[in-house]
Structure formats: C-alpha cells, structure tokens
C-alpha cells in the first residue's frame, strides 16, 4: 500500500498563476483533508471531504477550491496564487472523522513568487 | 486567543534526558487528544491517542490528559536522537485543532 501520495513535491509559481494539487489514497478511507503549515502556525485545515462528491471549508478556505469527484482523489486548486499561499500543504486521510487517526502524505512545497 | 497552544521551542536536550512536551485549550468541551510526530520534510503520524482524561503509556512515550487544569503533556523518557522531530499535539471533540508543534533536537 503506497498510503496517501501527493503530486506534485516541489512547485514555484508566480503571481497570478494557477495550479491543481492531487492527494491520492488507496486505504479506502471516506474523510481527506488539506492543510496548509506555516512556521509558528502549526497545520491550519483549508478544505475537507466526508465523502465522495461532497467539501466543506475548514480554518482558511480563502483564495482555494476543492473537489472530489472519485473517493481516492481530493484535489486543491489555486485560482490565482499569491505570495501569502507560499506554505507546505499536506493532505490527509482518515477511516471516519478527526477523532480517528489521520494518515498525513509527504507534502507538497508551493513557492509563489 | 487561539484555541490550542503549544510552544513551539525548539527544544534541544542530550541524550537520555526525559523530555516533556506541553499544550494548553481553551475548551473544555474537547474530548479526544492526540500527540503527532512529523520528521523533517515529512508528514506527520500519529504518536499517541488518548480519550479524556488519565494516562496513557506507550514504550518511552506517556500521555497525560488534565481536563480540569486544560492542559497535555508527552514525557518521552531515555530521550534517543531518533527522537528528534516536531511533535505536534492535536485536540478536539470531532474536528481536530492541531497546535503549532515543539521541535525537539536529541543531542547524541
């Protein structure tokens, strides 16, 4: 089992531009989530999925989209990126709610120029 | 004032030294705490997992829930270098707030 997988690693963007983010799991787990971190600002939760079809916006929605249109796939869309979304975004997973352990993929580090 | 707080350090110790990590909430009504482990350039995975409030011992590791005091600790004793990571705590009743993390260095 691979886990949870996030493509891509490592992107620079400039001002403006836009870009999709895919997460990736074969646990079969029902809830994804993304977060973004920040120095000093731990793991803020962006967007999350409780299904197949279905997003809600956590802590810091502004400026990103989701989507779930298969249950192993949660993708984030940057629109029209910013300095301010320079960060390390994860991705999550988890078998029901954030009680239950959340499976984290290795990060996706997004520079906006 | 945020609704989880933990200092994020860093931490630096020697070998062998028991460490303790700390976080405070501010909601009582927070049921479910979780201590996450994240080594550089990784993603976090979970460490411990407690349910309100007690004890709870893993190996080195020790989580210690004081509901009335709103405040967790993670005692990691015989500290190794392998151990050298962030160590984030997670509380919450179903959605989960993760605090800032503590970056612990565990000096051979």
């Known amino acids: 089992n691979a886990g949870v997988t996030q493509t891509p690693k490592f992107r620079v963007l400039k001002t403006g531009q836009s870009m999709t983010l895919l997460c990736a799991q074969d646990?079969?787990?029902?809830?994804m989530y993304w977060y973004r971190q920040d120095p000093g600002m731990g793991l803020r939760l962006i967007h999350y999925?409780?299904?197949?079809?279905?997003?809600a916006k956590g802590e810091v929605p502004d400026g990103y989209n989701v989507s779930r249109l298969k249950k192993q796939n949660f993708l984030l869309g940057l629109e029209s990126a910013a300095p301010s979304q320079t960060s390390v975004y994860f991705c999550a997973s988890s078998s029901a709610g954030g009680i239950y352990e959340q499976y984290f993929g290795p990060g996706t580090r997004l520079t906006v120029t | 004032q945020k609704e989880v707080e933990q200092d994020p350090g860093p931490l630096s110790v020697p070998e062998g030294a028991i460490v303790s990590l700390n976080c405070t909430y501010s909601n009582s009504a927070f049921q479910y705490f979780m201590w996450y482990r994240q080594y550089s350039r990784k993603g976090p995975e979970l460490l411990m997992y407690?349910?309100?409030?007690g004890n709870k011992e893993d190996g080195r590791f020790t989580a210690q829930v004081d509901k009335s005091s709103k405040y967790i600790s993670l005692f990691i004793r015989d500290s190794q270098p392998s151990d050298s990571a962030t160590y984030l705590c997670a509380i919450g009743d179903g959605d989960m707030r993760f605090g800032a993390g503590t970056r612990l260095t565990v000096k051979p």
């Open positions: 407690t349910y309100s409030s």
């Open positions: 646990m079969n787990h029902e809830y």
């Open positions: 999925s409780v299904g197949e079809g279905t997003t």
